[in-house]
């Protein structure tokens, strides 16, 4: 006789509770740091900066309040289901506009879903910030396998394809028929998958970071695309190192990630020239860039320390972009030609021009530079995001003529 | 009035002490390690492997002496000099026969003074390990600055090339006119940059790795024809090496991974180990089968790597890779002068490339000897210090006759 849960398909409602052991362990450690000797350059040119780090550190220990993360998610409607062997966690706020346009966003590295939860009021009740119902989304949130509380993987080849196709199965569990996805950094890879696995439901996508330019050179016949060119080169030459040891020797970095909360802040926090500056800014002199306050670059790191996931996060690269993993063996997937979306943010790594979007995917419905914002698009800015998000997608929009 | 310090030359001795509560503090980080999940496959393709590191970090905590480093280094002449701002640390000992020759060794990166240890007697004593008194040699091993016991520099600049001058410095307080050089990994890279500047008294140099690769061997890929099929396999080798996730981080931010590893014993050990396949697999075999290779033992790894966590220098010794590769980037530009003084060199079989002798010679136009060494990987004097041992004495063999003494 079956009971009324279905094993494998099953939805089961999720709430997080920390306990209080491991924050005192966490505060333990970073009351205990030895740090190093202060760089010998007056930039970030030989990393993240002592004083950056400290200032980050202190916060952390004397002001950042632990229950936070709690706090935030557990007021958003959380999930875990059981897809092909890994748990996945998500959030999944649906609009009270009945007919909103189901939406599923993925965040990437050193993201989780926090990047994305500013995002959910704009995007979910459009009309209480100052937009018209019409522009609603149902929104689906989930952590990538091995990421927050969705669980590791046990096994190779979760690639950016294999999480494509649990996004998926995901939305049709949800019971979403006519759905778009979007995403920036590793979420853009895995969205830029389903656009080309093109599954049934799937109508359109929009990224933030334009996922053939990391696979092969790129047109350079504009200054536009000239610069862009540069900014690409300048990033494999002087910043590119935590993305080659990750996706290379994931478990070697998975050690300190573990085991030394400010080693994990630190790795994090040197994405990208353009975030840190933003984020020593919030920790050096207080002074943020929109919503990339302190306590929510806490919420971030805090949340990678509490669940665990400096390694098996790192290995999401391996399976990405590493040469050892099975997917660098299989044939690259076809071409997306599903509609597509874009949106330059000016502090990304590179400034995307219209004419490599245009190169890159075949139907491209939507194309915007805004003023604001970098790589942490949604993080960042996620009043503009969500602007972004509901502009990229209005034709799409089920009764209205294009 | 000072006794230790010998006012001529600003050379005192030096001797090693550490704190109990240092080694202490080093055993709970340990204990307290929070490790991750299993690597997701059966071999080193992801990295250092669970299983092998919490077999290290048991030895370390349960079976390892801690009083090693003290008693290893202490047994041995030790000096401190200050050159050109900074702090030298240096082992120093002559040999009793009259007419030995100077040597200076430089270590590399994961290394230290600890590698050359075991050379020490069959280079200064060669007439107890099997060679003649004509083998002798006067044996100069400094800590690179921001390496173990000599001090971190505080200002950007200390690259091969100002090291090297500070090496040439060094042997010139130590009384020595005529002296040769030996070097692999970053020491090639010192003993490189010695050689092209030639100072006086420097007879010849000795390598076990070819650092001149980025400098002018990359540059002459450009022209495929000067390589062959083997030698093409040796160039990718060579690619392979500086496409490792370790170089890139410690070439761009070396502050950034100097967090994890001043943080985390467990961090610097498994960053430490990770250098290459071939000494990655040796030293695992010894933590888990306790099967050695050569000189690489359980205790001789971990004297390395515990000397790394007590004196901090995590970060410091980082950011060499980060001024390697800001010289070798200026180097392209502006490539350095030709090596006109004597080269020798040894082609380890288990090093990260195999040099084919048409390198080296491209490389270096004097080359005086060169020899395929029957074992022997990366850390070559480390892992076979008799051998290492043998080749010095060949590689300086011609150099000693020309000599005016």
């Keep these: 006789m079956s009971t009324t849960v279905e094993t494998g398909t099953a939805i089961q409602p999720f709430s997080i509770e920390f306990p209080e052991e491991a924050i005192d362990d966490l505060r333990r450690r970073v009351g205990a740091t030895r740090w190093p000797s202060k760089e010998l350059v007056p930039d970030r040119s030989q990393g993240v900066q002592l004083a950056t780090a400290q200032a980050l550190a202190r916060y952390w220990l004397d002001e950042y309040d632990f229950g936070r993360i709690e706090e935030r998610l557990n007021a958003l409607p959380q999930f875990v289901t059981e897809i092909d062997g890994v748990d996945v966690h998500f959030i999944h706020v649906r609009s009270r506009h009945e007919d909103a346009l189901p939406l599923i966003m993925t965040h990437g590295w050193p993201g989780s879903v926090i990047e994305m939860i500013d995002s959910v009021g704009p995007l979910t009740d459009p009309t209480a910030h100052g937009v018209g119902a019409e522009d609603a989304f149902h929104l689906v949130l989930p952590s990538l396998p091995g990421y927050g509380f969705s669980t590791e993987p046990a096994q190779i080849g979760w690639d950016l394809d294999r999480t494509a196709r649990a996004w998926a199965e995901l939305m049709d569990r949800l019971g979403y028929t006519r759905y778009v996805a979007q995403g920036g950094d590793v979420g853009a890879g895995v969205t830029d998958a389903m656009s080309r696995q093109a599954p049934e439901g799937l109508i359109a996508i929009h990224t933030n970071l334009l996922v053939p330019a990391l696979n092969g050179p790129m047109p350079t016949n504009t200054d536009e695309e000239r610069a862009a060119a540069a900014q690409i080169a300048t990033f494999s030459k002087s910043g590119n190192g935590y993305f080659v040891e990750m996706a290379t020797r994931p478990q070697t970095i998975g050690y300190p990630l573990l085991d030394s909360p400010v080693s994990l802040a630190t790795w994090m926090v040197d994405h990208d020239t353009d975030a840190y500056y933003k984020i020593a800014s919030a920790f050096v002199d207080d002074k943020p860039s929109g919503n990339l306050t302190r306590d929510h670059i806490l919420d971030n790191i805090t949340l990678y320390w509490l669940t665990g996931t400096g390694a098996s996060t790192s290995r999401s690269y391996w399976e990405a972009y590493g040469a050892d993993a099975p997917a660098a063996a299989q044939k690259p997937l076809p071409a997306s030609t599903i509609p597509f979306g874009f949106t330059t943010f000016p502090g990304e790594i590179w400034k995307t021009p219209r004419s490599w979007v245009e190169a890159s995917y075949p139907n491209v419905i939507y194309f915007n530079e805004v003023d604001k914002g970098g790589h942490f698009a949604a993080w960042e800015e996620p009043e503009l995001f969500a602007t972004e998000i509901r502009a990229a997608f209005r034709t799409l929009r089920e009764g209205r003529s294009s | ?405």
């Design chain 2, 1 to 405: 009035m000072s006794t230790t310090v010998d006012t001529a030359t600003g050379i005192r001795p030096f001797t090693v002490q550490i704190s109990q509560e240092q080694i202490d503090n080093l055993c709970r980080r340990i204990g307290d390690t929070r490790w991750p999940s299993a690597e997701l496959v059966q071999d080193a393709a992801q990295g250092v492997q669970l299983e092998f590191l919490r077999e290290l970090a048991r030895y370390w905590v349960e079976d390892y002496d801690f009083g090693r480093i003290e008693a290893r280094l202490n047994a041995l002449p030790q000096y401190m000099t200050n050159i050109d701002g900074l702090d030298i640390h240096f082992i120093h000992v002559k040999s009793d026969h009259d007419g030995a020759l100077p040597l200076i060794i430089t270590h590399g990166w994961p290394g230290s003074v600890i590698e050359m240890l075991d050379v020490i007697g069959p280079l200064t004593d060669p007439t107890a390990h099997g060679g003649s008194s004509d083998d002798a040699f006067d044996v100069v091993i400094p800590s690179i600055p921001g390496f173990g016991f000599s001090s971190q520099p505080t200002e950007a600049g200390w690259d091969s090339g100002r090291i090297g001058a500070a090496w040439a410095e060094l042997m010139n307080r130590l009384g020595y006119s005529e002296y040769v050089a030996q070097g692999g990994d970053q020491g090639a890279g010192v003993t490189d940059a010695m050689g092209r500047q030639a100072p006086d008294g420097l007879l010849g140099v000795h390598f076990n790795f070819l650092d001149a690769i980025p400098k002018e061997l990359l540059t002459a890929a450009l022209t495929p024809r000067i390589f062959t099929h083997e030698e093409r396999d040796q160039l990718g080798k060579v690619v392979g090496v500086f496409m490792r996730g370790y170089i890139s981080e410690m070439g761009e931010h070396p502050q950034t991974i100097g967090y994890s590893l001043l943080d985390s014993p467990i961090g610097l050990a498994a960053w430490m180990l990770d250098h290459d396949a071939d000494s990655y697999a040796k030293i695992a075999k010894a933590f888990l089968e306790g099967e050695q290779t050569g000189n690489l033992s359980r205790d001789n790894i971990l004297d390395n790597i515990t000397l790394y966590w007590l004196t901090s220098t995590g970060a410091s010794t980082s950011r060499i890779y980060w001024e390697t590769s800001k010289a070798a980037a200026a180097s392209f530009k502006n490539p350095p002068p030709h090596m006109r003084l004597p080269a020798a060199y040894t082609v380890f079989p288990d090093e990260l490339f195999q040099a084919p002798r048409h390198w080296v010679k491209h490389a270096y136009h004097h080359l005086v000897y060169f020899n395929e060494a029957p074992k022997g990987g990366h850390f070559a004097a480390w892992e076979e210090p008799e051998i290492f041992a043998d080749e010095m004495r060949a590689a300086f063999k011609s150099l000693r006759n020309g000599r005016s003494e």
